[in-house]
């Protein structure tokens, strides 16, 4: 179970930002012995993979920081972020980790599951990051974008350490998301509320 929940956190990380759960990887794989990736990932821990991932990190980082880029970066990683998610969730799910000691045991029949899930959880949270950011970037006149953007990177950051580290909190992570996204939902209903409010009246 704790290699589904290691899993879920990666890809749930890179639906806020493709490269940071890979960076995460790469580099505690590299540098500690917190995670030893499957003999297919070793790639990611590799310098110059590590390097791209950190340039790509940045021109995302910053992108996702500008209003209306913002909206150009969510468009163009609505490819990226679920395929990262995908591989992600594959290699979390198949790495010995310091709480993961044989993490073989829960995909052993089935390769494709933890890819096709970690595709689905990433898109759904690309899906409510996406929904936000309009949101925000409205009712802050644009000012909100780079404060938004940061504090889903930090967020980013934290479930991917927490879903190698102790993926139990993994579930605190989630249910933050799925507190973000009704409160995304809600939001915005109020706002077509109010058009349609001013249409009516106007």
Known sequence: ??????GTGLAASAGLNAYIPLLTMGLLARYTDAIDLPSSSTWLSN????????????????ADKVPVVD?????????????????AFGTGSASETVTVADPGAFFTSNQWVPIAAGVVIALVVHGVKSASRPVVNVSTAGFGAPVASTAEDIGSVVMSVLAIVLPVLVLIGLGVMVWAAVWVVRRRRRRRRAVETRHLFG
């Open 1 to 6: 179970m704790l290699e589904a929940l290691t």
């Open 47 to 62: 310098g110059w993979t590590l390097s791209i991932l950190g340039l790509l990190l940045v021109i995302e980082m910053v």
């Open 71 to 87: 909206h150009v970066n969510d468009m163009v990683q609505t490819f990226v972020r679920p395929t990262a998610g995908g591989l």
